[in-house]
C-alpha cells in the first residue's frame, strides 16, 4: 500500500522560511514525477510545483515562482519544498502526490491518483 506523508508545517511569520518533506512507503520516487498542492479554507486546491521523475524540469505557480524551490532525494525517497519569504497567503494545508500515470507530470490535481494528509502552514502578517 502506498503512503505519502508531509511533515515540516509549522506557524511563521511573514518573510520567514519553511522546508516541507514528503516520504513515501510502500513506493519509490525513483520513477515517480510528484507535485506539492495547497488548500486554504473556502478555496480549491491549487497546484504549486511539481517536479519531473529524472528531476530535470520543475515546473511553479506564479504565486510562487522565484520564492519556493521543489527537489528530490532518491536516496532518501523524498521530495522537498522549500518556501522563502513567506507571504500570509501561502497560508492553507500543503500536500504532496503521485500522478496516477506516475511518470507524467502534470498541473492537474485530479491527475494524481496518490496523495498525503497534508501539512498545515500558517504565515501571519
Known amino acids: 500500500q502506498v503512503q505519502l506523508a508531509e511533515s515540516g508545517g509549522g506557524l511563521v511569520q511573514a518573510g520567514d522560511s519553511l522546508k516541507l518533506s514528503c516520504a513515501a512507503s510502500g513506493r519509490t520516487f525513483s520513477s515517480d514525477a510528484v507535485g506539492w498542492f495547497r488548500q486554504a479554507p473556502g478555496k480549491e486546491r491549487e497546484f504549486v510545483a511539481y517536479?519531473?521523475?529524472?528531476?530535470?524540469?520543475?515546473v511553479y505557480s506564479d504565486s510562487v515562482k522565484g520564492r519556493f524551490t521543489i527537489s528530490k532525494d532518491n536516496v532518501k525517497n523524498a521530495v522537498y519544498l522549500q518556501m522563502n519569504s513567506l507571504k500570509p497567503e501561502d497560508t492553507a494545508v500543503y500536500y504532496c502526490?503521485?500522478?496516477?500515470?506516475?511518470?507524467?507530470?502534470?498541473?492537474?490535481?485530479?491527475?494524481?491518483?496518490?496523495w498525503g494528509q497534508g501539512t498545515q502552514v500558517t504565515v501571519s502578517s
Open positions: 517536479i519531473t521523475w529524472s528531476a530535470r524540469r520543475t
Open positions: 502526490a503521485v500522478p496516477t500515470t506516475s511518470g507524467v507530470a502534470t498541473t492537474t490535481p485530479s491527475r494524481y491518483r496518490y
